[in-house]
């Protein structure tokens, strides 16, 4: 309906943008890129989106085109709470034909057992993702690329959701049929065989499950997911029975050990009441010997204090003995430090006599010799003054005198101020 020139909807809701919301994609940000696909997640009406696009290098590839619609197909096919929502193909501005899917909030299964979980929610993620598999199974699809990286685990609740179904397939197609997957999560016949098989996926299941560390009891299971595609699981339900024959006998194993615990408790707690009632009357009766001992007690701790008494008055006399004994040691000492004082001195006085007896004796002979070496005419003062300070030099070390060297050098002083004199007549 048209009305002044302005197009207006019959039913007056609102279909033009307003602000804050806008139906065109803004905010492109580039997710991840592989060879062949760019993943970008954009804003649209207030929310993000997950836009998947060929890469330009292969946009104008039929093969690509193909494969890509291929994947929307099949996404279209799936409603699962476990497996990403596409809404359609749109040609998006600057980018070109996009996968619009619903942008999943959270960390790849990666990401989120690198942080804390405990073992019981690593189990429930095992089995949400297990379970979402067996769905997609059911329509017939397979989707030939699981492997961590492509698991998300939403912040909120930690639902499990499975993404990025662009190697998947299906028997109803006939185009792309060629060996595809992760090679450390491949099947070992899907490296080789074109066509697609739910047990592949259950072998690359188990490879996912390997690193989960779901403990012992999952072992086993996971054992039998890797083994060749004729002996391992054919078909995710008959995994699921396993695992939940596996829980329903932890369950049992579990309950009969909690029983078995409850027995042993209550056998416990009788044998104790038993032997409770043994110790009560042991203790009864050992209560009246320690009360007898205790009274025995109480008259020796008596005699002992008194004891006490004595003693602390033989150590008061005691110590009024020491301290005398200590007064006339220190007396004894103090007379005994005097007379080796006094017997110094009479020593060093007698050492100082002796000594300068032996210099003075040693100061004589020395003038007398000095005299006769110097005495001799014809000859000059100067060779006067040499054989004196020779005859000096032989004087004062000729043992016979007994001299230290400290009184060797006084006499050689003395000597060498006699000739010193002599040698001034000289000259005079």
Request: with cysteine; aromatic share 6%.
């Amino acid at each position: 309906m048209t009305t002044g020139g302005s197009e207006h909807s019959e039913s007056g809701f609102l279909t033009e943008a307003f602000e804050g919301i806008s139906r065109t994609f803004t905010d492109v940000e580039v997710i991840t890129t592989s060879e062949v696909n760019v993943v970008a997640k954009a804003k649209r009406y207030g929310r993000w989106w997950l836009l998947k696009v060929l890469r330009a290098e292969v946009a104008a590839s039929a093969v690509h085109q193909q494969r890509l619609r291929k994947e929307l197909e099949i996404l279209m096919q799936l409603q699962h709470p476990g497996v990403v929502t596409a809404y359609g193909l749109e040609e998006v501005e600057g980018m070109g034909p996009c996968i619009v899917m619903d942008y999943v909030d959270g960390l790849t299964l990666t990401e989120w057992l690198q942080g804390e979980n405990t073992k019981e929610g690593r189990r429930r993620v095992a089995c949400e993702l297990t379970e979402t598999i067996g769905y997609i199974h059911s329509k017939g699809i397979v989707h030939r690329d699981l492997k961590p990286s492509n698991i998300i685990v939403t912040h909120h609740g930690e639902r499990v959701v499975l993404i990025d179904f662009g190697l998947a397939d299906t028997d109803s197609y006939a185009i792309l049929k060629q060996p595809a997957g992760t090679l450390k999560y491949m099947a070992p016949e899907q490296r080789e065989n074109e066509t697609a098989d739910a047990r592949n996926d259950i072998y690359s299941l188990g490879m996912v499950l390997r690193q989960m560390d779901l403990g012992r009891s999952y072992n086993h299971i996971i054992k039998r997911c890797l083994l060749p595609i004729d002996d391992r699981f054919q078909n995710v339900k008959a995994m699921q029975q396993a695992m939940e024959r596996r829980r329903s006998l932890v369950r049992r194993w579990t309950a009969t050990l909690t029983i078995l615990l409850l027995l042993t408790a209550m056998g416990v707690l009788l044998l104790l009441g038993m032997k409770y009632r043994s110790q009560e009357q042991r203790m009864k009766s050992q209560q009246f010997l320690i009360d007898t001992q205790q009274t025995k007690i109480e008259q020796q701790r008596q005699k002992l204090d008194s004891m006490q008494h004595d003693i602390v008055e033989h150590r008061q006399v005691q110590t009024t003995q020491g301290q005398a004994i200590e007064s006339l040691t220190e007396h004894v000492d103090t007379v005994a430090d005097y007379q080796q004082r006094q017997e110094a001195k009479k020593a060093e006085m007698l050492r100082r006599e002796q000594s300068q007896q032996r210099m003075s004796v040693a100061f004589m002979a020395g003038v007398d010799s000095l005299r006769k070496s110097v005495n001799e005419t014809g000859i000059g003062a100067q060779e006067r003054y040499d054989r004196g300070v020779h005859t000096i030099e032989q004087h004062v070390e000729n043992r016979a005198y007994g001299l230290t060297d400290e009184e060797k050098n006084e006499v050689r002083v003395c000597l060498l101020s006699v000739l010193e004199t002599m040698k001034k007549g000289w000259q005079d």
